[in-house]
């Protein structure tokens, strides 16, 4: 045996040692912590989804406020130049050349409405006025994109858009330096070959101006630089967060990024400033402003952990020039969903315990009846047939413990009834034996007697002298001497202890010898002979001349059986269980009385006339098959015929040896 084998042999050996208690203990527990471990499992899963989920809709929906939000401010801008470029001062003065009511107009709107920078092409797109004192005019405006859209398609644009650092000292030197930002070194951020950002993002809007003769003669243009500018940011904080704040610290943040550097921000370093000039991870850099597409997950954001939603911000060619962002604080859902998780983990432990107490004092209802269930059965075993089990439940087990009470009185009667028959059996076994033994014994004396008489019969039936009348009579004699004789053999044969001569035989062999002695016999002239063997069967060890016996009394039975004719089916094939071959002997004669089958195989049982039979032939059968450890039985039906079958053991016992 292999170490593998020998290791389950022994794992099973101590399995089946375990008692009934502890194997139920066991598997309830089992049961109860495994159900109480999948659902808490299930029920962590859940409630942490559940909580991530919704902190992810609740900042998906901050991130809708921020876009409108930042897009508002986008919107206004185009309207203060929209309703400034109606106005006669601004159309008229620029038509005419009126310089000084351009720059009284121009510079109005720029101071009230808090532009950082405010200009006017010609139809060139050469800027004719800049409300910056930067000493600079007459650059083309070609090159930047929403001017030139609104110039072509003569219908307002408003977008974002990246100003370069020359661009910015042109609408102001102080725009310049706001713009410039110095890059903060950033865990997990891309890698870069620059310390420094001098471009600016402004938000801006450009609206064509009309003559009276609604010809196009320029475009009014303006916006604000976001670097470092912080009302949109701080709105979105205000509006959405509503200044809550945790543990000290704000619960919300927003940032506005110039491709992946922070430019507006509430988000606050570790000193308290503003993270200006940090940086975005690179997982949000690939995702939002490669693929254009938006990043809802946790990050770590500077300093903490949060839920965070980003989206790019699109140029008027529609391309990702910068991120919106806003952000809420993790820990305080990480605070909920541990407060909902212990009190979860809790509830679950107290139902385990609670399944826990409830399957021990069950295992304790159902263990206690089975255990007086065995103690009366190991007593029913002793033979303390008056063992009653006292209480019991009313459910299925005390059913069980009452059918056990009706079993011991079923038993104690049958013992009773056992014990007369017994005694009664044993009775009239004892004086069959002496029966037995007084006939074997006169059967004896008798026969000496009885081949006297038929010698002399004989004798005088050859003598011509004796009369014929006599002959007749001496005839009588000598038959029923015959007859006497025969009765006297079979008496013999019955009550000798005959051992057989057991040997190999093929059984179809055996019942082919019987049957072609009696095949051309006048008794069988109107008798069909159906052979069914079965060629595969192995030999059996049986006498051979015993079976032939047998077979033959069940032959010559079925042949009487059938007067009129009929048809005699022989087969052979395998037992049940193939530890036996069965040998049926089937006619289609007058059958036999069921209240005759009980008797059928008792010595002198017979109803047959006087003179044809002695009643032996099937009580001599039955103890040939007894004595090969076999068994011989019969089925019949009135009028339909009978079934004798005769199981004869494969296999040679030690004890018949």
């Given at each position: 045996m292999s170490p593998r084998n020998r290791k389950t042999g022994s794992v099973m050996a101590r399995l089946k040692g375990i008692s009934l208690r502890t194997k139920l203990s066991i598997g309830l527990t089992l049961v109860v912590l495994i159900s109480g471990l999948t659902a808490t499992t299930i029920g962590v899963y859940f409630i942490n989804n559940g909580i991530i989920k919704q902190a992810q809709n609740k900042v998906r929906l901050d991130l809708n406020t921020a876009r409108e939000i930042y897009n508002g401010?986008?919107?206004?801008?185009?309207?203060?130049?929209?309703?400034?470029?109606?106005?006669?001062?601004?159309?008229?003065?620029?038509?005419?050349?009126?310089?000084?009511?351009?720059?009284?107009?121009?510079?109005?709107?720029?101071?009230?409405?808090?532009?950082?920078f405010l200009n006017i092409t010609d139809d060139s797109l050469r800027v004719v006025f800049r409300c910056a004192d930067s000493g600079i005019s007459r650059d083309s405006q070609k090159s930047n994109v929403i001017v030139a859209k609104a110039w072509e398609t003569g219908i307002p644009v408003s977008s974002t858009y990246i100003m370069s650092q020359d661009k910015l000292r042109q609408e102001g030197q102080h725009l310049a330096e706001r713009a410039m930002i110095q890059i903060v070194p950033t865990p997990r951020a891309r890698p870069i070959d620059y310390t420094e950002s001098a471009s600016g993002m402004v938000i801006m809007s450009a609206v064509p101006l009309y003559n009276e003769a609604d010809k196009p003669i320029g475009v009014l243009y303006g916006g604000v630089l976001l670097n470092r500018k912080y009302d949109i940011v701080d709105e979105i904080k205000n509006i959405v967060y509503r200044g809550e704040v945790h543990k000290g610290e704000p619960i919300g943040t927003s940032t506005i990024f110039q491709g992946d550097t922070r430019i507006s921000t509430n988000v606050l370093t570790e000193k308290g400033e503003r993270a200006i000039g940090t940086r975005v991870s690179s997982e949000v850099y690939e995702q939002v402003l490669v693929k254009g597409r938006k990043w809802i997950d946790r990050a770590f954001v500077v300093n903490n952990w949060y839920i965070t939603a980003y989206e790019p911000i699109l140029n008027a060619m529609g391309k990702a020039i910068g991120i919106l962002y806003v952000g809420i604080l993790e820990e305080p859902y990480n605070e909920l969903r541990r407060g909902i998780l212990w009190s979860f983990l809790g509830l679950t432990g107290l139902a385990i315990a609670l399944a826990l107490i409830i399957s021990y004092l069950l295992s304790r209802s159902i263990l206690k009846p089975i255990g007086q269930l065995l103690e009366g059965a190991t007593r029913l075993t002793r033979g303390e047939l008056e063992y009653r089990i006292k209480s019991y439940s009313s459910d299925e087990i005390g059913q069980v413990c009452r059918a056990f009470n009706a079993m011991?009185?079923?038993?104690?009667?049958?013992?009773?009834?056992?014990?007369?028959?017994?005694?009664?059996?044993?009775?009239?076994?004892?004086?069959?034996?002496?029966?037995?033994?007084l006939a074997a014994g006169v059967a004896h004396e008798i026969?000496?007697?009885?081949?006297?008489?038929?010698?002399?019969?004989?004798?005088?039936?050859?003598?011509?002298?004796?009369?014929?009348?006599?002959?007749?009579?001496?005839?009588?004699?000598?038959?029923?001497?015959?007859?006497?004789?025969?009765?006297?053999?079979?008496?013999?044969?019955?009550?000798?202890?005959?051992?057989?001569?057991?040997?190999?035989?093929?059984?179809?062999e055996v019942i082919e010898?019987?049957?072609g002695i009696i095949r051309n016999q006048s008794l069988f002239q109107n008798i069909t002979i159906a052979e069914r063997f079965n060629t595969d069967l192995p030999e059996v060890p049986v006498d051979p001349d015993q079976i032939q016996q047998v077979i033959m009394n069940l032959v010559?039975?079925?042949?009487?059986?059938?007067?009129?004719?009929?048809?005699?089916?022989?087969?052979?094939?395998?037992g049940a269980d193939r530890h036996f071959i069965k040998i049926s002997v089937k006619d289609t004669g007058t059958g036999i009385a069921k209240e005759d089958i009980e008797r059928i195989f008792d010595p002198f049982f017979t109803k047959k006339e006087r003179g044809e039979g002695t009643g032996l032939g099937l009580a001599v059968s039955y103890g040939i098959i007894q004595k090969h450890r076999g068994s011989i039985t019969v089925t019949s039906q009135i009028g339909e015929g009978s079934t004798f079958e005769v199981n004869l053991p494969i296999a040679r016992e030690e004890s018949s040896t």
């Open positions: 401010h986008l919107r206004e801008i185009q309207i203060v130049l929209e309703f400034s470029a109606i106005r006669p001062s601004i159309s008229n003065s620029l038509a005419i050349g009126d310089m000084d009511l351009l720059q009284r107009t121009m510079t109005g709107i720029y101071k009230k409405y808090g532009l950082d011991g009185e079923s038993l104690l009667d049958r013992d009773r009834k056992l014990w007369e028959q017994t005694q009664q059996q044993l009775s009239e076994s004892e004086k069959l034996a002496s029966v037995g033994r026969n000496n007697p009885l081949v006297g008489v038929l010698t002399f019969s004989k004798l005088l039936l050859e003598d011509d002298a004796i009369p014929p009348r006599a002959k007749e009579d001496l005839k009588v004699i000598a038959d029923e001497t015959l007859r006497c004789r025969e009765i006297v053999k079979n008496l013999l044969d019955f009550a000798r202890e005959t051992t057989p001569e057991i040997c190999l035989a093929n059984i179809n010898k019987v049957l010559l039975n079925a042949a009487e059986a059938m007067p009129d004719g009929g048809t005699l089916t022989i087969s052979t094939n395998y």
